[in-house]
């Protein structure tokens, strides 16, 4: 389900995914109130929601849906990565924060793993809360080369990674290898001790 005041949002979320059979939009709102009163009736996996909608605030909504409908999965989506609602929604309970200007195929996958049960956020979101945004630009990693990182220094192999982010093993290989290079570290071990005295991790 996506709730967003915006039908260019609501529309292209729709496109999106209109190739992807695993993920199916059931529903739509366009505000906070409309999409508590619609979705125990819809009874969505998931709900992509607005970090700002003209009624209520995400946090409100978040609250709303984990009582009316406990089954789904919330999602934040927002254009504002430093927004610190992003951290009250997380807060409240939502599952999970994405920028709205994530590549549709990093999307799906973020929206595939929060169904299974993690939690995933944007690391360039909220650099207010963690610090990690302003150390990540520092750094110069992008978002995947981070994200990569970060599944190693959690002692995840490669294969594991490949399988966790939906990523083809060569693609995780790249992404690491050029993390290294930024960190100028030779190989995971010294790169992961990089990234924490940088903040990263």
Do not use: W
């Amino acid at each position: 389900m996506v709730v967003d005041d915006h039908p260019v949002v609501r529309d292209g979320v729709a496109l999106l995914l209109r190739g992807e059979p695993s993920l199916v939009v059931v529903g739509a709102a366009e505000s906070g109130r409309t999409a508590l009163e619609r979705a125990p009736g819809l009874r969505p996996d998931l709900v992509l929601l607005d970090l700002r909608l003209p009624d209520m605030l995400a946090p409100e909504v978040v609250a709303g849906l984990r009582t009316g409908c406990p089954e789904a999965k919330v999602v934040v989506f927002t254009a504002h990565g430093d927004h610190h609602g992003v951290q009250a929604a997380l807060d409240a309970g939502a599952h999970g924060a994405l920028l709205k200007d994530a590549a549709a195929t990093d999307l799906v996958a973020a929206l595939r793993r929060v169904l299974k049960g993690e939690r995933v956020s944007d690391p360039r979101m909220t650099p207010g809360v963690d610090g990690r945004g302003a150390a990540l630009a520092r750094s110069g990693l992008t978002r995947r080369e981070y994200e990569v990182l970060r599944l190693a220094a959690q002692g995840r192999t490669n294969p594991e990674i490949a399988e966790s982010t939906g990523l083809a093993r060569n693609t995780v290989k790249t992404y690491l290898q050029s993390a290294l290079h930024k960190l100028g570290a030779r190989n995971r071990v010294e790169a992961i001790g990089k990234a924490s005295e940088a903040g990263l991790l």
